[in-house]
């Protein structure tokens, strides 16, 4: 991508994987959420199409690997090398696995595990070990668990040591498809503060741990844990509109200024947080950072990390 600072090799940290099994993993949880909607209701077509109707969004194509064809001229046309995409849903990450292997120059493999699931240790064994994917997501406040349970050894474990993260969804969690779909989010934000990580991040050296939205709402949390978990990573993603419970308020470059005294610039992950289709690539996230970059005068080098080198060094 050409920028103020050269031509530089942008590697998006945080994008979504909404293949055809998301759409219809969602529509399980609608039909059995309403009695008097059963799985037959859409007899004359499948019912992910009337989810994705519903939304006003593309239908994903029946093979990952033709959505993942999707996504790398969407990065061609903007510009971008490589991209993390994470199945959003447990029990989606064949569609990761199949999106990366189609083109494992172009895309990373993430999943979403609930580690509470029966047989959680063991799928995501098998989703690193020999789907080959790079990146276990875990949402504490989705699926009510603290991250210092005892039975997430096995996941820190299995990632220690190797080329992948494990990326911790921290701070305030909102799923605006679900509640545009009528289904419920019954998050618990008391799982949600970073603080928690800091035992397993000093316990599990060998994971690099990702959180992403620079914590969400918790940023105070989130500088004080980078400053003593060299393990851990932020990613940029989104639109961080949790700036707004700041007091005062606060603006995205100080965010960065403040971000960069404490992470410095090679534990930072740029993250578009894009997801869907028609949209696609989400320009305007990387047009925001780019003019906080310069109203700080960052060093080529360190707009170079941040875009694309340090996620680079953690998966290549």
Known sequence: MNTAWGDVAVHDAHAHLLSRNFFRLLAAQKSALAAEHPAAEHADEAPEKAIVAELGWDLPPEDPAELAARWVTELDRHGIRKIALMASLPGDEQSAAAARAAFPDRIHGYFMLNPLAEGAAERAENAVENLGLQGICLFPAMHGFSVQDE?????????????????????????????????????????????????????????????????????????????????????????NSWTKYQVPGIELSEVFAQVLEVYGSQRLLFGSDSSFFPRGWNQSVMEAQLRVFEKLKLEAGDVQAILGGNLQRLLD
């Open 151 to 239: 039975r997430l050894r096995p996941i820190y474990e299995l990632a220690s040591g190797r080329k992948m993260v494990v990326f911790v969804h921290m701070g305030v969690l909102t799923v605006g498809l679900r509640g545009k779909l009528g289904l419920p989010s019954k998050f618990d934000m008391s799982r949600s503060n970073p603080i928690d990580l800091h035992r397993v991040a000093m316990e599990f050296p060998g994971v690099r741990f990702v959180i992403p939205h620079f914590g969400a709402g918790y940023f105070r949390e989130v500088l004080m844990l980078g400053d003593l978990a060299p393990n851990v990573y932020l990613d940029t993603s989104s639109t």
